[in-house]
């Protein structure tokens, strides 16, 4: 066993033939880490999480799951192998009632459905007592919470989620920064990737800095919260975009 539970190295990544997003990155997550990735608006960020996925062509490097070599693995191979993705849009399915959201996070393996049942519910007791509510119908913070439930259902080594504070309103993002602080106080890995910089190295075991799709800086969150370069390269004016949006 690897203490890496994931790893990505030198990943070169991108969409359009001659044209690469991920330029050689490397960031790793430890067996019970709380990993961000901060950086400046197309950094890269989603495209990282998505090639880890499965879901951008990997044109170069390695992607290891608890050692395991699993670059260019399909999503649903990836989902039963034990990473469980967020994206950041359209991550419910807004029709289902939350009971359903959470069978489709298990459709692989229904037999899971009881047991993991019982860890989200444990994790978010205001879910479990509104299960046969429609998705569609709940609050920014609410979906979020729906959605990383949902890929928890498969007991994933390594959650990424990307963006999950994005369009919510200050409060609900503190709330849902906790949300992700507690499934990984439960025990669960976490890749997190947030433009919200600052709240989220707070929570966090170690951040990296992608920058032009390369990682940048790399250090314990409040290490980089207090990297005068990093203050001045990245979360001056991050912090200002986040205040004036
Ligand atoms: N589907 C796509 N096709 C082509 N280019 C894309 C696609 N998605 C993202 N990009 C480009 O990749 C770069 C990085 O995007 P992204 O990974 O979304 O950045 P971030 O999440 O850090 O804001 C941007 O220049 C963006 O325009
Ligand atoms: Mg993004």
Known sequence: MSDH?????DLVAGYLPGVNILNGCSV??????LVGII???GAGKSTLLKAIFGLVNVRSG???LDGRDITGMKPDRLVSAGVGFVPQTENVFPRLTIRENLEMGCYQNPRLFGER?????GLFPELASRLGQRAGGLSGGERQMVAMSRALMMDPQVLLLDEPSAGLSPVRQDETFLNVARI??????VLIVEQNARRALQICDRGYVLDQGRDAYVGPGHQLLE???VVRLYLGTLAEDHTAG
């Not at 539970?5 to 190295?9: D, N, P």
């Open 227 to 229: 990297d005068p370069e």
């Open 39 to 41: 950086g400046p608006n």
């Open 62 to 64: 390695t992607i290891t």
């Open 5 to 9: 539970v994931l790893e990505t190295t």
């Open 117 to 121: 049942l019982e860890f989200v519910a």
């Open 28 to 33: 790793h997550v430890d067996r019970g880490e």
């Open 184 to 189: 990984n106080a439960a025990g669960v890995s």
